[in-house]
């Protein structure tokens, strides 16, 4: 094949094209290299430190009466049993039970039997010895008895004073009356019935002076003293009000806890007895403040306390404040901790230690 002769407009079609692949692998490689750079500039962005963030709740020490709840029971100040000192059968029943009743007003009566008889022997055997003691004292001053014969006629007198005491005590006994102004609790004897010697015939109490008793323990004896007021929720709902009376000073040989015991007006509040009583003792007025249930933390030392920052908005600095746990409430949990103004993390302190830092935000209003 016959080469075909070089001239001058076939050079210059060769170099335009030589500069043309030039000039498009230039702009291939700018493009591969800005591809480069790109990718490094984002893998950096990447790398980037994201703060968590979380939520606090700037909290103020405020004054706030200290609690101490206790599990209880009502009673009444004086209750007593009336047990049968004389043996006989039940004559009369002349009250019904939780009747109110006044001081020596007539519960049950016992069958005198022959205890009138025995009491007018009594009073007249105490009679002729009397007479025998003044005659003896006239003798005696006279001359004409001796000294051991008026003694032995005191002697007489004062046995006979004796029975006739004991015969009207017999008689006495017969009659189960009120010992004091309150109500009949519970009869325990019916019309008929034979009582002897010792059985409880009814059971009294005082309606009025009432009580509400509660075991403390060792650790809480201390926020304790007479006058502290007091409040509590029976069983049955109701609320009553009173104030701390005394605090046993000696503590139970088995159970270790001391007596708490408050008086209540039972006018006032005419409470059942014996019933379960959550008690609450006001102990004293501490500056505090309260916080959500969830706030509440422990650090690796086993400290109780909260995570809070300095700040309430902004990259901070997380810290551990050590508080203690005074009254657990519904809608959150009172503690004494710093006084002034503390910025407790409520949202995402779990999720976060002392010295880490943060980015913090007001916590949202519930």
Same mark, same amino acid.
């Given at each position: ?26 702009? !291939?490689?700018?493009?591969?290299? @800005?591809? %480069? ?15 968590? &963030? ?13 609690? +101490? ?43 005198? =039997? ?13 009679? !002729? ?15 004409? =008895? ?13 046995? !006979? ?38 059985? %409880?015939?009814? @059971? ?7 009580? +509400? ?34 605090? &046993? @000073? ?6 270790? &806890? ?26 004293? %007025?501490?500056? @505090? ?18 995570? !809070? &920052? ?57």
């Amino acid at each position: 094949m016959r080469r075909r002769p070089l001239n001058f407009e076939t050079i210059r079609n060769m170099n335009r094209n030589v500069l043309v692949a030039g000039g498009i692998t230039a702009v !291939a490689v700018l493009w591969l290299l @800005s591809g %480069v750079f790109t990718g490094s500039e984002k893998k950096i962005e990447t790398k980037a430190v994201v703060l968590k &963030t979380v939520q606090v709740q700037t909290v103020e020490a405020e004054p706030h009466q200290r609690i +101490l709840h206790l599990v209880g029971r009502s009673a009444s100040a004086r209750a007593v049993n009336l047990v049968a000192e004389t043996s006989g059968r039940v004559d009369k029943v002349a009250a019904q039970n939780g009747q109110p009743l006044k001081y020596e007003d007539l519960i049950v009566k016992l069958d005198l =039997q022959t205890k009138p008889q025995q009491l007018r022997a009594a009073q007249a055997r105490v009679k !002729a010895a009397r007479l025998e003691v003044q005659a003896a004292r006239r003798l005696n001053r006279e001359g004409f =008895q001796a000294a051991t014969t008026l003694a032995a006629r005191e002697a007489d007198l004062a046995a !006979a004073e004796e029975a006739l005491a004991l015969a009207q005590k017999s008689v006495d006994d017969t009659a189960f009356t009120a010992p004091f102004d309150g109500i009949v609790d519970q009869i325990m004897m019916d019309e008929g019935q034979y009582v002897n010697v010792g059985n %409880v015939v009814a @059971s009294f109490v005082d309606d009025k002076n009432l009580l +509400l008793q509660a075991p403390v323990s060792q650790l809480d004896r201390g926020r304790l003293q007479a006058g502290q007021k007091v409040t509590a929720t029976l069983a049955s709902g109701m609320q009553v009000s009173g104030t701390v009376a005394s605090i &046993t @000073s000696q503590a139970a040989e088995k159970t270790r &806890t001391f007596l708490l015991e408050a008086t209540v007006d039972g006018n006032q509040y005419p409470m059942p007895l014996n019933v379960t009583a959550d008690v609450a003792v006001e102990t004293g %007025v501490v500056p @505090s403040f309260k916080i959500p249930h969830a706030a509440l933390v422990l650090n690796n030392d086993g400290d109780v306390g909260v995570r !809070a &920052t300095d700040i309430v908005s902004g990259t901070a600095v997380v810290r551990f404040v050590p508080v203690v746990l005074l009254e657990d409430t519904p809608n959150g949990q009172w503690v004494q901790g710093p006084q002034g103004q503390t910025h407790v993390i409520v949202r995402g302190q779990a999720a976060v230690i002392a010295g880490q830092n943060v980015q913090a935000v007001p916590a949202e209003a519930e």
